[in-house]
């Protein structure tokens, strides 16, 4: 019993949280920044690192939130998405796309192996497993691009 008023404590703080940061992102867009920014902004404000409003305990146990939104800007970026405009971009949406996947990986692959130095698990490795753990840092933020580009685009 005591786990669930726990739980919905955390929740209820999280929805009273998320309010406020819609309320954020729409002051920044009043600055013609993206939505994304001002969700951004209350995140790090209002979390473990800023206010300390999610404790960083807490934040695992929000782990289903993540999915549900994952879904949620799937299924807005769909919606997004006619097929008249996407066969007359195409090739526009091709460059631009191969474009983010090389700067994203090229960088993250880059920054992450000569960052390897101050990583303490990475500290002891040789450059052969240094490069491979770059590379898989690299494949990672590549497959996690997608949903902030739809988010800052739109």
Same mark, same amino acid.
């Given at each position: 019993?005591?786990?669930?008023?726990?739980? $919905?404590? !955390? /929740?209820?703080?999280? !929805? *009273?949280?998320?309010?406020?940061?819609?309320?954020?992102?729409?002051?920044?867009?009043?600055? =013609?920044?993206?939505? /994304?920014?001002?969700?951004?902004?209350?995140?790090?404000?209002?979390?473990?690192?800023? #206010?300390?409003?999610?404790?960083?305990?807490? +934040?695992?146990? $929000?782990?289903? +939130?993540?999915? +549900?939104? $994952?879904?949620?800007?799937?299924?807005? %970026?769909?919606?997004?998405?006619?097929? =008249?405009?996407?066969?007359?971009?195409? =090739?526009?949406?091709?460059?631009?796309?191969?474009? #983010?996947?090389?700067? *994203?990986?090229?960088?993250?692959?880059?920054? &992450?192996?000569?960052? %390897?130095?101050? &990583?303490?698990?990475?500290?002891?490795?040789?450059?052969?497993?240094?490069?491979? +753990?770059?590379?898989?840092?690299?494949?990672?933020?590549?497959?996690?691009?997608?949903?902030? %580009?739809?988010? !800052? &685009?739109?």
């Amino acid at each position: 019993m005591e786990f669930y008023t726990h739980l $919905l404590i !955390i /929740i209820t703080g999280f !929805i *009273i949280l998320a309010l406020a940061s819609n309320q954020i992102g729409h002051f920044f867009t009043r600055f =013609k920044l993206p939505l /994304i920014s001002g969700f951004l902004v209350a995140g790090i404000l209002f979390g473990p690192y800023g #206010l300390d409003f999610i404790h960083a305990r807490d +934040v695992g146990d $929000l782990h289903f +939130v993540d999915e +549900v939104s $994952l879904a949620f800007i799937a299924f807005a %970026a769909g919606s997004e998405l006619y097929l =008249k405009e996407l066969r007359s971009r195409f =090739k526009s949406i091709t460059w631009v796309t191969i474009g #983010l996947v090389v700067v *994203i990986f090229t960088l993250t692959t880059t920054a &992450v192996f000569l960052l %390897a130095s101050y &990583v303490p698990f990475m500290r002891d490795m040789p450059n052969t497993l240094r490069l491979a +753990v770059a590379l898989l840092a690299g494949a990672i933020l590549v497959a996690r691009s997608p949903s902030s %580009a739809i988010a !800052i &685009v739109n």
